[in-house]
């Protein structure tokens, strides 16, 4: 089983709505890829970069006043 992890590496990040700040995605095949900046910029859109794992932890945050 091969894992890769990353996390969001821009600067300035808008925290006025939900963020996705990193990955953990496990496949059986044992390939290597992180998701792409593209998903940690906009995770709805950019949801089929998960089907090349068989299990992926996301973790966001929403920040509140």
Same mark, same amino acid.
């Given at each position: 089983m091969g894992s890769?992890?990353? !996390? #969001? !590496?821009?600067?300035?990040?808008?925290?006025?709505?939900?963020? /996705?700040? *990193?990955?953990?995605?496990? %496949?059986?095949?044992? %390939?290597?890829? %992180?998701? /792409?900046?593209?998903?940690?910029?906009?995770?709805?859109?950019?949801?089929?970069?998960? *089907?090349?794992?068989?299990? *992926?932890?996301?973790?966001? *945050?929403? #920040?509140?006043?």
């Amino acid at each position: 089983m091969g894992s890769v992890w990353g !996390s #969001f !590496s821009e600067e300035d990040v808008s925290i006025e709505e939900e963020v /996705t700040l *990193a990955s953990i995605c496990y %496949s059986e095949e044992g %390939s290597m890829a %992180s998701l /792409t900046n593209d998903f940690y910029q906009d995770a709805d859109g950019h949801l089929d970069e998960l *089907a090349d794992y068989d299990i *992926a932890y996301i973790v966001k *945050a929403r #920040f509140m006043e």
